[in-house]
């Protein structure tokens, strides 16, 4: 079995209805726990001319502007905070404080989404503004907040 490299752009990964970190290793994804999930159908995003799209069944559909939904996150890096215990698993390579940082639009291009996240997306609409942004853009990047402070466990 071939080992699974560090990354710092965690992936979710739904596993039993729960959103998992996972790193890619080839056509597979290896989740925290270290299970290979293969067969899944995952969805993509596309950032065209700097608006972030996301692929559903039926093509693909507009979450909003990258600049936006960076903004919406909190910056162009996003850095999660682990305990010691936290931090002793192998793949997980923080630094010595437990902080391990990421670029947002780096890790928001590599990302895919199973089913039921795209479904919730799909759901929203995107006319409807939440201030300066629409409520797609707002949901996306509340739900990717949530996905990252899970660690793995939401």
Same mark, same amino acid.
């Given at each position: ?9 965690? $992936?979710?990964?739904?596993? %039993? ?20 999930? $293969? *067969? ?9 001319? *700097?608006?972030?799209?996301?692929? $559903?069944?039926?093509?693909?559909? @507009?979450? /909003?502007?990258?600049? *936006?939904?960076?903004?919406?996150? /909190?910056? @162009?890096?996003?850095?999660? @905070? ?11 390579? $923080? ?10 639009? @780096? ?12 479904? %919730? ?34």
């Amino acid at each position: 079995m071939q080992e699974p490299t560090k990354c710092l752009s965690p $992936t979710a990964l739904s596993q %039993n209805d729960h959103f998992t970190a996972s790193l890619a290793v080839s056509d597979r994804t290896v989740n925290a726990f270290g299970l290979f999930a $293969t *067969g899944m159908k995952r969805y993509e995003t596309d950032v065209r001319d *700097g608006v972030l799209f996301l692929e $559903t069944d039926d093509g693909w559909i @507009e979450i /909003g502007s990258l600049d *936006g939904i960076c903004e919406l996150i /909190g910056g @162009e890096t996003y850095v999660l @905070e682990y305990d010691e215990q936290q931090r002793s698993v192998s793949w997980l390579d $923080t630094d010595a404080e437990g902080k391990l940082s990421f670029d947002v639009r @780096e890790t928001l291009r590599e990302m895919s989404y199973d089913k039921e996240f795209v479904a %919730n997306i799909e759901s929203v609409d995107a006319d409807t503004m939440d201030g300066e942004y629409s409520m797609r853009a707002s949901v996306f990047a509340d739900l990717m907040i949530a996905i990252w402070e899970s660690k793995g466990d939401l």
